[in-house]
């Protein structure tokens, strides 16, 4: 039996069209995570039991209505049903609206196509924002930490073109940044963080000769940031950074400076963790994988490293993982 003092996690099911399912199904079951936490799984029951079976999956299913109404046995896994009755029929592989309403109904209650989002006609550009909106917090407070292994990374910008992402850069926003991931950081259990920030242009800048952005936006950002008593340095060039040791996170200015290490550092194994909002949100940095939907491929590494990365915090915070 599971324990009682285990931390519960719920676990959205993402596009039901894609492998959401399956990496959660195959996460919920994994030895870690059951070992560290008890896992409730949120999305169409009919759905997830129809990826199950396509992908060759002999597991049992517990719909609940309630978490209070979850048995923890380790042979059962717990999914609170969250019915949406325009997927009865819904082939795998491909976008619809039904599956990007589907999508957010299960995160709001695991990956997500955002096709499918934008088809259902539903504003979206990444649960940080999403998660603002659903916990009322201001969406210029929230961003996104990419976590591999030991690695952080937090992105000052996400969703962007880089020239509206540019636009956004100021000293606040940069500062904002830094503060979010010392105080996500102290969560983790990092009693005194050391963060690295990385500058916007090549080579940080090259004082002054590729930009001035360094020396008018993130310089005094950090300046401002040591002043509030956290330990913070940079800018430093954001294509070398990532070889500094000691940090216990890095902070970018662009989705591509972060994403770009992330992917080639850890493929389909990064865990995204939304920060800056009440609830501690975990999500995968990979696609939803409509090519290999329902064929029993799908690798869930990174959705049990977003398991394992919730699991480790603090037992008052409320925390959801989804396959993004």
Not at 211 to 238: H, K, L, T, Y
């Amino acid at each position: 039996m599971m324990s009682r003092d285990k931390p519960r996690i719920a676990v959205a099911a993402g596009d039901p069209a894609g492998i959401g399912s399956e990496i959660s199904i195959k996460a919920a079951l994994d030895a870690r995570v059951r070992d560290a936490c008890d896992p409730v799984m949120v999305g169409d029951a009919g759905v997830i039991e129809r990826h199950a079976r396509a992908c060759g999956m002999n597991i049992e299913l517990r719909t609940i209505r309630r978490v209070a109404d979850a048995v923890w046995a380790r042979a059962a896994i717990n999914v609170l049903d969250c019915g949406q009755p325009d997927l009865a029929s819904l082939p795998f592989g491909t976008t619809s609206a039904a599956s990007g309403r589907a999508s957010l109904a299960f995160a709001a209650a695991a990956p997500q196509n955002e096709t499918s989002i934008a088809l259902a006609g539903i504003p979206f550009d990444g649960y940080p924002s999403f998660l603002a909106r659903e916990t009322g917090t201001d969406p210029n407070d929230v961003y996104l930490m990419l976590c591999l292994g030991g690695m952080r990374i937090t992105h000052a910008t996400l969703h962007q073109s880089v020239r509206q992402a540019i636009a956004m850069l100021t000293p606040d926003k940069v500062l904002g940044t830094i503060r979010a991931t010392d105080r996500a950081l102290r969560k983790l259990g990092i009693e005194a963080p050391r963060i690295a920030v990385g500058g916007l242009n090549p080579h940080a800048g090259e004082g002054g000769l590729f930009g001035s952005e360094e020396r008018d936006i993130i310089r005094p950002a950090i300046e401002e940031a040591i002043a509030q008593g956290m330990n913070v340095e940079g800018p430093f060039a954001a294509d070398t950074m990532f070889h500094l040791r000691g940090f216990d996170a890095f902070v970018v200015m662009l989705h591509d400076h972060g994403h770009i290490a992330a992917k080639l550092l850890a493929p389909n194994a990064t865990a995204a963790l939304t920060i800056g909002t009440p609830i501690l949100f975990s999500s995968v940095a990979h696609g939803s994988g409509h090519h290999i939907a329902g064929k029993g491929r799908a690798d869930p590494a990174a959705m049990i490293a977003a398991l394992l990365l919730l699991a480790k915090t603090p037992r008052q915070i409320e925390l959801q993982a989804t396959p993004a």
